[in-house]
Structure formats: structure tokens, C-alpha cells
């Protein structure tokens, strides 16, 4: 900075004036640069100061790597403010919400520098990726083995039921919960905790019937479709589209089911934190004040073996 000044004011007074310092550091500066490369770039009278032409040669690298340092500047803190960078962004199977494809154009747009990578995961891993860091943050629907994440809640909905089309309860209206007991309902290797809120274990007063294997949604619905399995889904999931073959009910005085964003409980990358920022902003920035209503009392016995 001390040569440039001096190149650009072709006089010590002026350019000791613009950096703020006494003439005499200025020009002890210039002195020390000379010895270190050996040559001289100054010519200096008392009348006027003129580049030599090595003075000449190194100004236009001079400045080139002065560009670079203030350039390395610039990407080290838009780094460090998520500007720029990746984030994997993890989609648990039962975590969408209509608010997701709005959540990512939003963050396309306000970090464009950012490269994302959004995968999705099914039942099998109910944490989007977040247990085997395969994602910097995800969209989940805990309850689910969380030690090591924190779960920041955005928001909530019902639970509905999804049934065969032809099934008999099909087209009742909303159903309670012991309606469905007795129904197979689907199997997934996956999570306890998961498994035990989707097939609503805790309203039951025995173990849960188990019908056919289902890995995701997709799964789900044939399983339903083909009379192997009945489950519980999101509610968003039921209002999402006509399904083939599908009816869904809602099943109130049962749990809401909750969405969350997941991040890395040793700390996160700005761009991750930047990412759940907007997710509450766009979820309204509410955390869902829940009423967790009671199980049903009168269809689950005290000290009953739940599974």
C-alpha cells in the first residue's frame, strides 16, 4: 500500500497524507522495499519523484496483487456471513411442506453465491441426513433420536389417515384413533421413537398390528392401495394432490405432528444457519404453542405393554 500511494502521488508529502502517516515512515518503508528487492524504484530529487523503470514493472503486479488480497477479502467474509460456499440440504420423507419449494427459490434468490444440494430421504432415516452428515441442514418431523442436533420448530399440523378408497371407513368423516387399532399398520425399520408416533403407539393398549414393510411414502400408499398396510400422515401430505386409489381422514385428539430444522448440535456453517433463519421467517417466525392432548384414556390401559 505504501508503494502504490507513492506511485499513484509521485510525491512522498501527499502520498504520506493519503495513508495517514509522517513523510519520514513513508519514505523509510519505500527504503526497506527497495533493500528487500534488491532494486531501485524511485527517483528521487529534491524537485520531483519519478518511477524507475523496475518501480514501473512491479507497480502493475503491485496492484494486481493488491486486487487479489482485497478480492481474498471479500470471499473470506462473504464466507464467513453464508454468502457464498455449499449447504446440503436433507428432506426428510415426512418433512415437506408446501412452504418447502417457496423456502428454496426464497434462498436461491437471496444466496445466489451459495450452491445447494438438496437430497431426500425416506422413512429409514427420519433425521434427512443429519445422523450420517450427509446434510449441512434438513427438514424434519421429530419425535426421533436427536442427541447431537437441535431442533428449532417452524410448525404444526394434524395427522390424517390414509386408508384404501374402498375401505369401510373411507368417507366417514374424521375417525378417532381406536377406529384404526385393529388395522394393519406399516412396518418400518427405522427409529423407535419415529415408528412409535407414526403408528400412534401411545394411544393403543397393545402392540401394533403389523402389515406390509414401507421404506417411504411412495411405499405407503401402495401398501394402503393394495389392503397391506394403513399409516398415519402429515396433513399437507393428504391435502397435496388426489391420490389413486387413496382416501385420507383426519384422526383428531392425537398429537400434532411438528416440523423442525435440523442443525448440527457442535455448531453449524453460516450458510446452514442462514438457511433456518429463513425457514422461520417464511414459516411466519411462530414456534407452534402446542396443546398436546392426553392419549384416550378409555381405550388404553393403565401399565398396558406398549410396542
Not at 502504490?4 to 495517514?20: G, V, Y
Not at 434438513?138 to 375401505?167: C, K, N, T, Y
Not at 399409516?231 to 394432490?241: E, K, N, T, Y
Amino acid at each position: 500500500m505504501y508503494f502504490l500511494a507513492a506511485a499513484e502521488e509521485l510525491n512522498f508529502t501527499r502520498a504520506a497524507r493519503r495513508l495517514h502517516v509522517v513523510p519520514q515512515a513513508l519514505s523509510t518503508a519505500i527504503a526497506q522495499l527497495e533493500d528487500v528487492l534488491g532494486v531501485r524504484l524511485f527517483d528521487r530529487t529534491p524537485r520531483r519523484v519519478a518511477l524507475t523503470e523496475s518501480g514501473a514493472a512491479y507497480l502493475g503486479l503491485a496492484r494486481e496483487a493488491v486486487a487479489a488480497v482485497d478480492a481474498a477479502t471479500l470471499a473470506a467474509r462473504d464466507a464467513s456471513r453464508g454468502l457464498t460456499g455449499r449447504l446440503r440440504v436433507g428432506l426428510a420423507a415426512t418433512g415437506a411442506l408446501p412452504l418447502t419449494p417457496r423456502l428454496l427459490r426464497a434462498f436461491a434468490r437471496r444466496y445466489p453465491q451459495v450452491v445447494r444440494e438438496v437430497r431426500h430421504f425416506d422413512f429409514t432415516d427420519p433425521s434427512g441426513g443429519m445422523w450420517s452428515d450427509e446434510s449441512d441442514v434438513a427438514l424434519v418431523r421429530p419425535p426421533f433420536q436427536a442427541d447431537g442436533l437441535v431442533l428449532e420448530p417452524i410448525d404444526a399440523e394434524p395427522r390424517h389417515a390414509v386408508l384404501p378408497a374402498d375401505h369401510p371407513l373411507s368417507g366417514t368423516g374424521p375417525l378417532a384413533f381406536a377406529q384404526l387399532t385393529a388395522e394393519p399398520w406399516m412396518d418400518v425399520p427405522t427409529d423407535p421413537q419415529w415408528c412409535h408416533f407414526w403408528s400412534g403407539a401411545e394411544y393403543r393398549s397393545g402392540p401394533v398390528p403389523r402389515g406390509a414393510v414401507c421404506l417411504s411414502q411412495d411405499d405407503l400408499f401402495e401398501a394402503a392401495r393394495a389392503h397391506r398396510a394403513i399409516g398415519l400422515v402429515p396433513a399437507s401430505v393428504a391435502r397435496a394432490q388426489a391420490w389413486p386409489g387413496l382416501a385420507f381422514a383426519e384422526v383428531p385428539g392425537i398429537t400434532p405432528s411438528v416440523v423442525s430444522v435440523a442443525l448440527p448440535g457442535n455448531g453449524s456453517s453460516p450458510q446452514a444457519e442462514n438457511f433456518a433463519r429463513m425457514a422461520k421467517e417464511i414459516a411466519g417466525r411462530q414456534q407452534p404453542a402446542l396443546d398436546i392432548p392426553p392419549p384416550d384414556v378409555a381405550s388404553v390401559e393403565p401399565g398396558a405393554a406398549l410396542t
